[in-house]
C-alpha cells in the first residue's frame, strides 16, 4: 500500500518538478488554446494558481477544492478551468491575449512554477496575383511577362513564390497590418507551374498561377507575350481602325462636293 501511495505521489510530480523550461503555444485569432499543468489529479490540499502578462494578473486559483476565478476585463466568460488537473483553456483568443501565462504549483508544502508564452496569430488571407501592368511599355520587346503576388492586412508572415515545390524568392514581415508584394518573372511560352503562398507558423493560403486566365484579362497590356492570337487582334483592329479613318475622309469629301453642287444652282 505504502509503495502504491509512493508511485501515484511520484506520478504527480512529473512534469511540474522536472518540467521548469518555458513552452510556446501559437494560437490563431478566434480559437481556443489549452495550457497544460502535468498533474493526473488533484488533491485537497495542493494548490494550482494561474496568472497573465508582466504585472502577473491572477486569473485562476485552485486551493482546498475550491476553484476560484477573478474578474478580469480581458479574460472575462473566456477561462476555464479542469478540477481534477488544474488545466487552463481560454476560448475566442485575441490579440489582447497574447503573452506569458505563469503556473504556481504548491504540493506539500513545495513549489514550482511554469511559464507558457503564448503567440496569437491573425487569420491568413489568400493572396492574389495580378499582372504588372505598369512595366507594360518599358520594353516593346518583351520576352517575359511580370506578375505579382500580394497580400493585404498582414502580419508576422512570409509570401513565397514557388516553381513546383521549389522556392523561388520570399519576404517576411513581423510589423502589424501592412501590404506585402512579391514580383515574379516568367519568361516567353515557358510550361512551368508556379504557386504564390502566404504562411504563419500555424496557417498557410496557397495561390496557382494561371497565366492563361491573367493573359486574357490583362490582353491589352503586354498582348499575352505577343501570342499569335494577340497580333492577328492586334493586325485586325488597325485595320478596323484604318477603314473607318477613311470612311470618315470620303464622307466629308462628298459633303464638300454636294456643297458646292449646290451652291452652283
Not at 97 to 117: A, C, D, E, W
Request: aromatic residues 8%.
Amino acid at each position: 500500500m505504502i509503495l502504491v501511495l509512493f508511485y501515484l505521489f511520484v506520478v504527480r510530480l512529473i512534469g511540474v518538478f522536472g518540467v521548469e523550461t518555458d513552452e510556446v503555444v501559437s494560437v490563431m485569432e478566434g480559437e481556443s488554446f489549452a495550457l497544460r499543468t502535468g498533474l493526473t489529479e488533484i488533491q485537497s490540499d495542493d494548490e494550482i494558481e494561474w496568472r497573465f502578462g508582466s504585472s502577473r494578473t491572477r486569473l485562476t486559483r485552485i486551493a482546498a477544492g475550491n476553484i476560484t476565478t477573478f474578474d478580469d476585463k480581458k479574460f472575462r466568460d473566456r477561462l476555464r478551468i479542469e478540477g481534477q488537473t488544474g488545466d487552463l483553456t481560454v476560448t475566442k483568443v485575441s490579440k489582447e491575449h497574447n503573452g506569458v501565462y505563469q503556473l504556481s504549483i504548491i504540493i506539500r508544502n513545495k513549489k514550482s512554477t511554469k511559464r507558457f508564452t503564448v503567440n496569437v496569430y491573425a487569420p491568413v488571407s489568400i493572396p492574389v496575383i495580378f499582372s504588372d501592368t505598369s512595366r507594360c511599355a518599358l520594353s516593346p520587346e518583351r520576352t517575359s511577362r511580370i506578375f505579382l503576388c500580394s497580400a493585404v492586412n498582414v502580419s508576422h508572415v512570409t509570401l513565397s513564390w514557388y516553381k513546383g515545390n521549389s522556392l523561388l524568392s520570399s519576404i517576411s514581415v513581423s510589423d502589424l497590418s501592412i501590404s506585402l508584394s512579391l514580383p515574379l518573372e516568367v519568361e516567353y511560352q515557358e510550361k512551368n507551374t508556379y504557386s504564390c503562398v502566404i504562411n504563419n507558423p500555424i496557417r498557410n493560403q496557397t495561390t496557382h498561377l494561371n497565366i492563361s486566365k491573367l493573359c486574357q484579362k490583362h490582353s491589352d497590356c503586354d498582348l499575352c507575350f505577343d501570342s499569335p492570337e494577340a497580333v492577328i487582334r492586334l493586325v485586325v483592329t488597325a485595320l478596323i481602325s484604318v477603314a473607318a479613318a477613311a470612311a470618315v475622309v470620303l464622307l466629308v469629301d462628298d459633303i464638300r462636293k454636294f456643297g458646292r453642287t449646290w451652291t452652283m444652282k
